[in-house]
Nanobody, 123 residues
Framework: QVQLVESGGGLVQAGGSLRLSCAAS????????MGWFRQAPGKEREFVAA????????YYADSVKGRFTISRDNARSTVYLQMNSLKPEDTAVYYC????????????????WGQGTQVTVSS
C-alpha cells in the first residue's frame, strides 16, 4: 500500500481558490491512479476528480468541472487539486486516494486513503 498525506485546506471566501496537495510514500507512486473525494457533514463521500497513472487523462464530477483541476507530479510523488471559483457547497473534508488499477469514480475501488483536509468556503 501507499501512504497518503493531504495538505492545503483552509478557510476561503466564495469565489476564491485553494490548491490541495497529497504526498505519497511507500510504494511506487506512478503505479497508482489517484482520486480526490470529499465528504460534507451528514453526506456520503463523493467523487471529485481522478487522474491516470501517467497523468494523461483526467476525470471530474459535473459539480466541479471547469472549476477544479487535478494534476500529478510523479517525480515528487504528489497529486494536486487546484480549486477555483469556490462555492459554499464545496465545503467538505477532502481526501485523496490511490487505486492500483484505474482512476475509478467509486470510493470502494480505492485501496489507500489519506486522513483528509478541511476546506471551508464562506459566503
Amino acid at each position: 500500500q501507499v501512504q497518503l498525506v493531504e495538505s492545503g485546506g483552509g478557510l476561503v471566501q466564495a469565489g476564491g481558490s485553494l490548491r490541495l496537495s497529497c504526498a505519497a510514500s511507500g510504494r511506487t507512486f506512478s503505479s497508482y491512479a489517484m482520486g480526490w473525494f470529499r465528504q460534507a457533514p451528514g453526506k456520503e463521500r463523493e467523487f471529485v476528480a481522478a487522474i491516470t497513472r501517467s497523468g494523461g487523462s483526467t476525470y471530474y464530477a459535473d459539480s466541479v468541472k471547469g472549476r477544479f483541476t487535478i494534476s500529478r507530479d510523479n517525480a515528487r510523488s504528489t497529486v494536486y487539486l487546484q480549486m477555483n471559483s469556490l462555492k459554499p457547497e464545496d465545503t467538505a473534508v477532502y481526501y485523496c486516494a490511490a487505486n492500483a488499477i484505474i482512476p475509478a469514480h467509486a470510493a470502494n475501488e480505492y485501496d489507500s486513503w489519506g486522513q483528509g483536509t478541511q476546506v471551508t468556503v464562506s459566503s
